[in-house]
């Protein structure tokens, strides 16, 4: 029986989540590429599946942003926003820990959880994972740009018609016509045509190598031996990089753990789980570290440090060391720690200072007062000597899980070198749609509401639901900036044109209401923003392939 879907939010964006199990522990089961967590209840290799883990925890689903029936309004998400979305579901659903299932792409982004919140982790099994998704001479298995394009080929030419071409992620499956037509609804149902070309192209771009070390938890890697889409010496390489980590190799060619031999991988997952040891209490875990010098401009400049504590604390940081010159803070991603630089140095300005940034991604003590170690010393000394004003510098480590966020990164001929002799290429970030020029004032009002640019828009767009006059003009003014900048910005980031991102945040918030049931279709209309109730109709068949009355039909 298919368990009740639920939502949660994940900063502004509606997380689709199911819970089934009876077992003491929780699982969180993270899918790879994009998924529909109600049409995997149409699979009956995929339910056995899940309820034999069932048996033995307790089992949490869920559809990361914008795939599934989690909100649309973005197609495209950092890894930091997808592991957020894993901690807001295991918010939702009261577990501390869990054990994190990831497949394929979902593994990556397991192992980034895993490494950051290793207290919140029992244990990290993963299937068919990848550390990276782009030929290079330090990991040649990956996919080269010709193998990828034929991907996108793929994604554009038949998305909807059925012949997707399947068969590699389930050879076994090649000639079960059911099971293959299963597969194509549940990706086209997982996402759009253009969302998931998106996505195909954001994880050409994953790199999660350089934090594989920082993973501390149990680890159970699990792969076939000819898995064509992710190939062996993949699973070997990230074992190695992993202490401790179990790496088991099955016989078979398919990437789909549930299909093919899976009583085998049944088994050993049971095992591993089973077999677990109570949960270690972790003193290290994997931050973002974020050092700056402060350079006042002229002799006539205010104290910054309550200006840097409010824009630190905003983005769910924490200082660790200030002093006149130079402060040190700590961000959960980079995504937080690289657009808090951002403001911080804009807003900072008004006060006659500059600061000089840099930014990268270490292990460090969770204990506040052990954090500044010696290799965290040497990266804010290196780091701090080859900034310069107005400026945030970041490290190849960080560039690498910022993908999506719609920053430019200019490389710079300097590199940092770490304790181990290690060589870091470093970039400069560009945020195109930001002002050069300081700010007058800094008052609260001015201080963003959100983690990013993007939670800022939607809260903009939600401020001014039911007003049917809101735009493009209104929302540039609100968000101070030009409409050229601000269709370059949403574009990156969500694939989407603001008058699109508009339409789609009014459409999501009427299905919300449509849910809620305390309003009728035309009540509902009015309150999102549209004059006329049949354009409402029209606009919410085409954005959800269902029209509002046959939706309150099939709730009944």
């Known amino acids: 029986m298919k368990p009740f879907t639920q939502y949660t939010k994940s900063g502004r964006i509606n997380i689709a989540y199911q819970v089934f199990g009876s077992g003491p522990v929780d699982l969180v089961y993270i899918p790879g590429w994009v998924s529909n967590i109600d049409w995997m209840w149409a699979c009956p290799e ?21 795939t599934g029936l ?34 394929s792409e979902g593994g990556s982004v397991s192992a980034l959880f895993a490494a950051t919140y290793p207290n919140r982790t029992i244990s990290l099994i993963t299937f068919g994972v990848f550390a990276k998704r782009r030929y ?13 394009q034929a991907v996108y080929d793929m994604i554009e030419n038949s998305w909807g018609s059925g012949e997707m071409g399947l068969e590699s992620l389930a050879p076994s499956k090649a000639n079960d016509k059911i099971f293959m037509d299963w597969l194509a609804n549940y990706f086209r149902s997982g996402a759009s045509p253009s969302a998931a070309m998106v996505l195909t192209k954001m994880n050409t771009q994953v790199d999660i190598i350089d934090i594989l070390s920082s993973i501390k938890v149990p680890t159970l890697l699990m792969q076939r031996t000819h898995d064509v889409d992710v190939k062996i010496e993949e699973g070997h390489f990230i074992a190695e990089r992993i202490k401790g980590a179990k790496f088991v190799e099955f016989h078979g060619n398919d990437h789909l753990f549930w299909v093919g031999n899976t009583e085998e991988v049944l088994e050993e997952m049971k095992a591993f789980i089973l077999d677990g040891k109570p949960a270690k209490v972790y003193e290290e875990r994997l931050y973002t570290i974020v050092a700056a010098r402060i350079l006042p401009s002229g002799t006539d400049h205010m104290d910054p440090r309550g200006l840097i504590s409010q824009f630190v604390t905003q983005y ?34 008004s006060l006659n200072i500059q600061l000089a940034i840099g930014v990268h991604i270490r292990e460090g003590a969770i204990d506040k007062a052990h954090f500044i170690s010696g290799e965290t010393q040497v990266f804010t000394d290196s780091m701090l000597q080859i900034s310069t004003p107005n400026q945030v510098l970041i490290t ?6 910022l993908l999506g966020t719609g920053l430019t990164f200019v490389h710079r001929e300097d590199v940092f070198k770490s304790m181990s002799g290690e060589l870091l ?16 004032n800094y008052s609260q009002k001015q201080f963003a509401q959100n983690d990013s640019f993007l939670e800022n828009v939607l809260q903009c767009i939600d401020d001014h639901l039911s007003s049917e006059s809101f735009g493009v ?73 269902i029209s509002p009355s046959d939706l309150l039909q099939i709730q009944d």
């Open 70 to 103: 989690s909100d649309r309004v973005v197609e495209l998400s950092t890894l930091e926003e997808r592991m957020d979305d894993i901690r807001a579901v295991m918010d939702a659903v009261g577990s501390e820990k869990a054990i994190l299932f990831g497949h």
């Open 316 to 349: 769910r940081g924490k200082i660790v060391q200030y002093d006149n010159e130079s402060f040190i803070a700590t961000f959960e991603g980079p995504s937080k720690a690289v657009h808090c630089s951002i403001d911080l140095m804009d807003a900072i300005r």
């Open 136 to 148: 290079a001479p330090d990991y040649p298995w990956a996919p080269t740009d010709e193998e990828r």
């Open 425 to 440: 290429s470093l970039y400069q970030v560009i945020d195109d749609s930001r002002s050069t020029a300081p700010l007058d």
């Open 473 to 545: 003009e209104m929302l540039c003014r609100e968000m101070g900036i030009s409409e050229r900048q601000l269709q370059r910005k949403l574009k990156a980031i969500t694939n989407k044109s603001p008058n699109q991102l508009i339409s789609s945040v009014r459409l999501h918030r009427a299905k919300e209401l449509l849910h809620d049931r305390e309003y009728n279709i035309n009540e509902i209309a009015f309150q999102t923003g549209f004059s006329s109730p049949s354009y409402f109709s029209k606009c919410f068949k085409k954005e959800f392939s």
């Open 396 to 401: 190849q480590t960080v560039k690498h899980l």
């Open 46 to 66: 995929l339910v056995d599946f899940l309820q034999e883990l069932g048996k033995i925890s307790r089992v949490i689903l869920f559809d990361k942003r914008g």
